[in-house]
């Protein structure tokens, strides 16, 4: 099973920062199979991006992902208050598997 | 559009077999293409897969919960159901219903209900 381990926990920020949550893999994850969701309170998790770098429909340009292998990094250039909410990273090479999260907060 | 809603009973006994049924609405689950799943979120918890099934049959399993777990679709119905057996407090948590669709780079939850609280307790 390839485990995925988000770091940090949790961000405290301010709208308008810059903001990069990582996610590491156990092992390669196939063709970068990996996406990001987000999760607000109470809501189910939206997806966010796929393919490690490409956006979902609907998603604002803000939010980007990089990465590859066993690396992998989402952004948001300018933290809307909207995007305060909790990232999951998931990854479907192997089976699927998502990581613990890391929660934006205030 | 495509929702997904789940509905079962909140409260299930240690020992028992939890049940809930994901209706799709918008959109026909046999017109192929996707495959439909079952995630769960326990208490303080992050996301944790549970399994899938395409329409017409074949599954997969998250191997901690395959010997506990069982996923069918009824295509007449329009609906998808999980059964996890043998329950304890541990299962205690919020289930979703989700599709996993087919992007251009690999297969994702690209579409989720809302959540049902699921408590295991006597």
């Known amino acids: 099973e390839i485990v995925l381990t988000q770091s940090p926990g949790t961000l405290s920020l301010s709208p308008g920062e810059r903001v990069t949550l990582s996610c590491r893999a156990s092992?390669?994850?196939?063709?970068?199979?990996l996406a990001w969701y987000q999760q607000k309170p109470g809501q189910a998790p939206r997806l966010l991006i796929y393919g490690a770098s490409n956006r979902a429909t609907g998603i604002p340009d803000r939010f980007s992902g990089s990465g590859s292998g066993t690396d992998f990094t989402l952004t948001i250039s300018r933290l809307e208050p909207d995007d305060f909410a909790v990232y999951y990273c998931q990854q479907s090479g192997s089976s699927y598997t998502f990581g613990g999260g890391t929660k934006v907060e205030v | 559009q495509v929702q997904l809603q789940e509905s079962g009973p909140g409260l299930v006994k240690p020992s028992q077999t939890l049940s809930l049924t994901c209706f799709v609405s918008?959109?026909?689950?046999?017109?192929?293409?996707?495959?439909w799943g079952w995630i769960r979120q326990r208490p303080g918890k992050g996301l944790e897969w549970i399994g899938y099934?395409?329409?017409?049959?074949?599954?997969d399993y998250n191997p901690s919960l395959k010997s506990r777990a069982f996923i069918s679709v009824d295509a007449s119905r329009n609906q998808f159901s999980l059964k996890l057996s043998s329950v304890t407090a541990a299962d205690t948590g919020v289930f979703y219903c989700?599709?996993?669709?087919?992007?251009?780079?690999?297969?994702?939850?690209?579409?989720w209900g809302r959540g049902t609280l699921v408590t295991v307790s006597s």
């Open positions: 099934s395409y329409f017409s049959g074949g599954t």
């Open positions: 989700a599709r996993i669709g087919e992007w251009k780079y690999g297969w994702y939850f690209d579409l």
């Open positions: 918008g959109g026909s689950i046999s017109s192929g293409g996707y495959y």
């Open positions: 092992q390669s994850v196939g063709s970068n199979y």
